[in-house]
């Protein structure tokens, strides 16, 4: 059994920062892709940012610039530093990972990031 533990959200003013971590805990395995998604009251959930085994990323428009994901594969962490954050920056984030080589995936239990203007 994998869980998925997050941790960092809070709430930041406008042009402030925040960095969310995601461990995933369990019997040895090994993590393939992993993400961070959000969903803000009343919209559906949507991906934010990914980022492949090898480190390769990806990110929504409307983060690019700010956000920046990273892992550590050692721990099997994944990373959201988020800076300049805007009001609609507003979520709950969650954490994804997908088992290595398989179609199987996880989700953390999410955490708010709150950003006041």
């Known amino acids: 059994q994998v869980q998925l533990v997050e941790s960092g959200g809070g709430l930041a003013q406008a042009g402030g920062s925040l960095r969310l971590s995601c461990v995933a805990s369990?019997?040895?395995?090994?993590?393939?892709?992993m993400a961070w998604y959000r969903q803000a009251p009343g919209k559906q959930r949507e991906l934010v940012a990914n980022?492949?085994?090898?480190?390769?990323?990806s990110y929504t428009d409307s983060v690019k610039g700010r956000f920046t994901i990273s892992r550590d594969n050692n721990k099997n962490a994944v990373y959201l530093q988020m800076n300049s954050l805007k009001p609609e920056d507003t979520a709950v984030y969650y954490c994804?990972?997908?088992?290595?080589?398989?179609?199987?995936?996880?989700w953390g239990q999410g955490t708010q990031v709150t950003v006041s203007s």
């Open positions: 994804y990972a997908q088992l290595g080589g398989t179609s199987r995936y996880w």
């Open positions: 980022i492949a085994s090898g480190g390769s990323t």
């Open positions: 369990g019997s040895s395995i090994s993590i393939g892709a």
